[in-house]
């Protein structure tokens, strides 16, 4: 654990100590940053909502909501859970599996984008396997 | 060595820290104790992040594969719940986050309200979930059925990751609420220390997971093949 | 092999041998309630010494059944149907069951706390939870075989495994899933020690290659058991609720099961190796009297290994009908993953040259397996270049490649391992001389049943076929043979171990003057693993006291 963390904590204990009881009984503890991220949240969503219904994108609509998620999750990620005051490792971990996911992803697709000829026309269904055979007999 | 002992050194060599019951006699201070916590909490959660992987990359392969059927496929899909389960989640993400706060500064009336208000909106999220299933079987949408409505027979692959993506979700809020009901419980019977113990935070933490998981499903599921 | 170094351990100053007993972690309770509910890392360890033997005997009796039956080239023992059902079960019960778990569960569960100088590992419960989430899964495994069996081999390939096997897939499937957790569980448990529990002295780059080697391999336990747990959940929806996300009929690609499975199964290859890389170092050094070679490449190694082995899995798939060009880049990846696996065998020769080496048991097993696992490792090659693996996909030849790197180098280092901690964790020495007989056995013995293997795989035999043409026949009966060797030097160790517990001599608490902090507590260690704090000083691997003569032969 770095200094700066000790040094944080130690701070953490000593307002504790002068913090005084009527504070602990609050009904909300401070708001800020959570409730304007959450503001921002729901404004992507929104924005996510229409670029999905807006026909100028067509199919490609799904791409924009994604880019729309991946925002989202990385402000859910940095301060729903806190990551922006964890250890370096721990947003180390969570990299990890995002990393891990791509390899997953790109090495899959590299199958599956190279394939001969059209993009899934190499994949048949018995029921098209079996009338091309009967076309060619 | 007993118990008492070992908790002594452990103190000894942590230094300043106070005694708590919340410390294990394993570890050397509460500092290594959370430490450990948070850090096992986000491993596993990087290993969640792998497991649905599994299933976006089935997603990926067949979306890349057939288009055009999980275009028609994903129009089927209830998007109006779809989005208010949405908002429900981010709420609860807030209030979450806001629990664990409170948690930090030992603001127990505070946590108890901000749980309650998390569990409460998990709650309706699933009631959601099972009218929106309920519809579907209405309409026919599951790959068994005999009257499937969609001719592609791609079709049936998106509906069939549309209820492992769904219900895996659903499992995973359930174990988030059970985990927020059991540590409501223990809040109110004031059986642990707030600050001294991880749990609030692990349990946010989870919560935050599920709230992220549900982000990339929401446009997977239910935000495709809207424009056309 | 006179200079056995426990004869010159000075043992004056060591309290009586049942005061440490009674200390230890051992002599504090004895019920077996206890013992069930313990959440001491080196019962823990234990707990699982047990279940993974049973578990290795089970899988031991079914490939004693598949020798028994290649011994003719009828197939007269077994049915074909029989013969599937044996070999999968001895794939799943040996992989899941023994080898993934055998070194990280029980050697690491015992030895990285105290190697780190730490109490427990950081989360005891979880590590009783994946004990019995093992059990358990390997439980439904067994009910799978009483209740019929499963005929799919233990790589569940579809469509076979969804459309049409009608033994119990699903059964087996939520067995392995199961114990999927039990993986991870202990995979969490070994990061987050390494990463919060080390005392202050003890620093990344002075933890012993072992600690390291479990690090490595709970990295590639985390990232892609998760993956085979989805793979299973959907094969078994596939079968159960119809949800067909393989189905061809619906345009499903039972190509896509192959990638997500050996997303898991490759790396979970290295999974198996890591850990045995790790304990091999830890005997070789002890026993040549030599500091590592080269401890940071060591690390480095180990680390990239786990990385890359992450991106060779599609050389799995060369005839599956993936992508030529994808089939190029996973040969060309597979052929990297090799340079970091020879560093280590390098390391490990330079380590013992010009080593003062003695042939204890343990370091009969090591030596046993860098040259095991280098032969494994180089028919590895040959596989990894596709025109070679066209030849040679689906043959006895690779059966022998991974039976070299999985039974060779893992057994024999997981063997290694036990003999060189046997004192530490049972306060007991073993027979030397039956136990190095042992070593020597299993390693004739598994070579004798297993490099005919290479050959009938060359010259055409597929592998999973319980009746063969006559030609074949010379080389299965040699491989049989070796097999009926190779049992009895697997059944030797059962026997001597388990006498020493009873009638073998106290062991002092470094029997092999060995650097390392686990040997500075007693034998067996007390509960809480060390009555003082351990002194961290110089290197882990610090053979060269000061007045040694070796020590003017430079080392480095």
């Known amino acids: ?137 | ?228 | 092999m006179s200079d056995i170094p426990y004869r010159d351990v000075d043992v004056e100053g060591e309290k009586p041998g049942w005061r440490i007993m009674e200390e230890s972690y051992l002599g504090e309770r004895f019920s077996i309630w206890s013992w069930l509910t313990t959440t001491d890392h080196k019962r823990i360890g234990i707990l699982y010494l047990i279940s993974t033997t049973l578990f290795f005997f089970i899988g031991g009796a079914a490939a004693t059944l598949i020798r028994l039956e290649l011994f003719t080239p009828a197939g007269d023992l077994l049915t074909d149907d029989g013969y599937n059902k044996v070999f999968t079960l001895h794939g799943v019960v040996m992989v899941w069951f023994f080898l993934v778990p055998v070194i990280p569960s029980v050697l690491g569960n015992f030895l990285v706390p105290l190697m780190l100088g730490a109490k427990d590992l950081a989360f005891p419960r979880l590590n009783l939870m994946s004990w019995y989430l093992n059990i358990i899964g390997g439980a439904f495994a067994v009910w799978a075989m009483l209740a019929g069996g499963v005929d799919t081999g233990w790589t569940f390939y579809t469509p076979y495994s969804t459309a049409f096997a009608n033994s119990h897939v699903s059964l087996t499937a939520i067995g392995v899933f199961i114990s999927g957790f039990s993986t991870i569980a202990t995979g969490v448990n070994m990061i987050v020690t390494v990463h919060t529990m080390r005392p202050p002295g003890m620093g990344w780059f002075r933890m012993p290659l072992f600690v390291w080697s479990i690090y490595a391999t709970s990295l590639i336990m985390l990232l892609s058991t998760p993956v085979l747990a989805m793979v299973l959940t959907l094969l078994i929806t596939e079968r159960l609720l119809g949800l067909g996300i393989f189905d061809p009929n619906r345009g499903g690609d039972p190509i896509l099961f192959q990638h997500l499975f050996w997303f898991y199964s490759h790396p979970a290859v290295y999974i198996m190796i890591l850990p045995g890389m790790g304990v091999v170092t830890e005997v070789i050094t002890c026993f040549s009297r030599r500091r590592v070679f080269g401890y940071a490449a060591m690390v480095y190694a180990l680390l990239a290994i786990a990385v890359i082995g992450f991106f060779v899995w599609g050389h799995h798939m060369f005839t599956s009908g993936q992508s030529m060009y994808a089939s190029l880049t996973f040969s060309f990846l597979s052929f990297i993953v090799a340079v970091p696996s020879a560093i280590k065998v390098f390391n490990w020769i330079a380590t013992m040259f010009r080593g003062q080496i003695t042939f204890e048991a343990s370091m009969l097993y090591a030596m046993g397996f860098v040259g095991l696992f280098t032969m494994g490792g180089l028919t590895g090659l040959f596989l990894a270049s596709v025109p070679v693996d066209l030849h040679l996909h689906d043959t006895y030849f690779v059966v022998a490649h991974f039976h070299y790197i999985m039974v060779g180098g893992m057994v024999s280092a997981f063997f290694a391992g036990l003999h060189f901690w046997w004192p530490k964790i049972t306060g007991r020495l073993y027979p030397e001389i039956a136990a190095q007989i042992a070593a020597l056995l299993m390693f004739f013995g598994f070579n004798l049943t297993f490099f005919p293997q290479y050959i009938l795989g060359n010259i055409g035999m597929p592998r999973r076929y319980h009746a063969y043409p006559d030609a074949f026949q010379v080389w299965h009966v040699l491989s049989s043979a070796g097999a009926v060797i190779l049992a009895a030097a697997y059944l030797m160790p059962l026997f001597y171990l388990v006498w020493s517990l009873i009638w073998g001599k106290r062991a002092p608490s470094n029997p092999w003057r060995a650097s390392g902090l686990e040997w500075q507590t007693d034998s067996p260690p007390p509960k809480h693993n060390f009555l003082t704090n351990p002194k961290i000083e110089g290197s882990v691997y610090d053979y060269h006291p000061a007045q040694e003569p070796r020590r003017e032969v430079s080392d480095d």
């Not at chain 1, 922006?84 to 990299?95: C, E, F, K, N």
């Open chain 1, 1 to 137: 654990m770095s200094h700066a963390t000790q040094h944080r904590n130690d701070e953490d204990l000593l307002t504790a100590d002068v913090r005084n009881a009527a504070d602990r009984k609050a009904l909300l503890p401070p708001l800020m940053p959570e409730l304007g991220v959450f503001v921002a949240l729901f404004a992507l969503a929104a924005t996510s909502v229409l670029v999905a219904f807006w026909s100028a994108f067509g199919g490609l609509a799904i791409l924009a909501c994604l880019a729309i998620a991946v925002v989202m999750a990385a402000l859910v990620m940095i301060f729903f859970m806190h990551l922006r005051s964890a250890m370096a490792v721990m947003t180390l971990a969570s990299l990890a599996g995002v990393v891990w996911l791509a390899i997953l992803f790109g090495l899959t697709m590299a199958d599956y984008l190279t394939r001969p000829g059209e993009i899934g026309s190499s994949i048949q269904t018995p029921r098209q396997a079996e009338t091309e055979a009967e076309a060619a007999n």
């Open chain 2, 1 to 228: 060595m007993t118990d008492v002992e070992a908790a002594t050194i452990g103190r000894t060599r942590g230094g300043t820290a106070a005694s708590s019951p919340a410390l294990a006699s394993h570890f050397h201070d509460l500092r290594q104790q959370h430490a450990a916590a948070d850090l096992g909490l986000w491993i596993f959660l990087a290993t969640e992040i792998l497991f649905f992987g599994g299933l976006f990359a089935a997603y990926l392969v067949y979306a890349v594969l057939y288009p055009d059927g999980f275009l028609e496929a994903a129009a089927e899909t209830e998007v109006v719940i779809g989005t208010i389960n949405t908002a429900l989640l981010l709420t609860s993400g807030l209030s979450a986050a806001l629990a664990v706060k409170a948690a930090g500064n030992d603001m127990r009336r505070s946590v108890m309200l901000l749980i309650a208000v998390t569990i409460g909106l998990g709650v309706v999220f699933l009631g959601a979930k099972g009218y929106e299933y309920w519809l579907d079987f209405g309409h026919h949408l599951y790959p068994t059925s005999p009257d499937f409505p969609l001719a592609a027979p791609p079709a049936k692959l998106f509906w069939s990751l549309y209820w492992m993506m769904t219900g895996l979700h659903a499992i995973h809020i359930l174990v988030g609420l059970g985990t927020w009901g059991v540590i409501l419980f223990q809040a109110w019977r004031r059986s642990f220390s707030l600050t001294d113990n991880s749990r609030v935070r692990i349990a946010g933490l989870y919560w935050g997971f599920v709230d992220l998981m549900w982000l990339f499903i929401w446009p997977l599921l239910y935000l495709m093949g809207r424009a056309t």
